[in-house]
């Protein structure tokens, strides 16, 4: 089955969503109708907008993302590691 192909949502097209959905007065179903996107999609693009968050490019995300994948260690795991190595050469000498 091939993959779907995924719709790219820039800053104006967000802003212009939910302006559509605040002032307009239209449901999330006739949004997504009119924009060609998954009711569900939709629905959460208004449920983070209502939460607070800002729009960030689906670039800059997959950046993010990559970027965490690659990392070897988070920096608890780091402080876990060092205050592990001390105690272990410590023991040691």
Known sequence: MPSKQS????????????????????T?????E??????????????KHENGEQFIHSNVKRKR????????????EL???NSVAVDNSLVLR
């Open 7 to 26: 719709k790219e949502i820039t800053k104006e097209s967000y802003t212009n969503m939910v302006s559509t959905y605040q002032t307009d007065k239209y």
């Open 28 to 32: 999330i179903k006739e949004i997504a």
């Open 79 to 81: 402080i876990i590691y």
């Open 34 to 47: 009119m924009v060609s996107l998954d009711r569900k999609t939709m629905g959460n693009i208004i449920k």
């Open 65 to 76: 993302t990559c970027k965490n994948k690659n990392s070897t260690f988070t920096e608890t």
